[in-house]
């Protein structure tokens, strides 16, 4: 059986962030890594390490995911949320999901439990029910931000807050020491999207894709681009044709930019352990662990936000 080094790479959503926000994402998208890299170290899979980082993520406010997550047009949270395991290809998604805290680990009850890949709403919420899923109050997972920005946004002739103006969808890649990949991916969508919108998250090959063939994807930025470039996919597929992750990450995004002017973040690991993470956008809070090394960024080229530590033992 082959050894391989685990990795992990976590980001806490593309956007615009300022100074403070930009540090405090940062630190608890490092603790994310940290804790997930703790698991991968200790003999844990691929899949149980990005889910660890993703809940830890989506129980903090400050994400646009879980808990902290943006609201709709209504002023009430619908979340999405993939998994995918790149062993088997198998995937499980919830899409426009409420009263649930961590759509993550739903998604993994789908995969794990049902012929399906991806249930959403109304059916979601019966098979959370049947499977003794914890259900919350809506009012758990709404934020004084969230709700603030979805007032700002319905008074007539107010510029619209986008979502991704400091707060960030949540997102984690792994490899673990047998050779698996794995990826998670959780959001609270746009701010004020229409009831019902589902955008890239929950879908396979928009807002994560993972195969031990080659690696595994997760992705951020404005879900209706990513759906229509399959940007997950279209990375992984780079890579198949030999590319780096970090070169299938740049051409991913490039070519989201070229066709459709839109902008995003990514964060890829291949199954032999090369990573990247990269974006398009002015900020995405990253975090890579592996070789007993925390690698982290939020600005490109700013090198008092980004840097490398030592993980101690
Ligand atoms: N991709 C997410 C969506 O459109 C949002 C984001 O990544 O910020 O639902």
New binding site residues.
Partial sequence: MCTRNPVIIVHG???NYTEDRKEVCLLEVRKAALQGYRLLQQGGSALDAVEEAAVILENHPLF?AGCGSVLNECGEPEL?AIIMDGKSLGTGAVAAVRNIANPTKLARLVMEQTKHVMLSDRGAARFAKTMGFPEVPMESLVTERASERWRRNLQPGSTPVD??IE???IGAVALDSDGNVACATS????TN?MVGRV???PCIGG?GYADNQSGAVS??????A?MKMTLARLIVFHMEQGMSPAEAADTGLQSMWTRLQSH??VIVVNNAGDWGAKFTSENMPWAAATGDVLFYGVAVGDVRTSGTADIPQ
């Fill in positions: 959503g593309c956007g646009n999405d979502s991704q707060l960030g969808t959001t609270g969508g746009l999207k955008g890239d998250t807002g992705t951020t930025g404005t879900g209706e990513i995003g973040g």
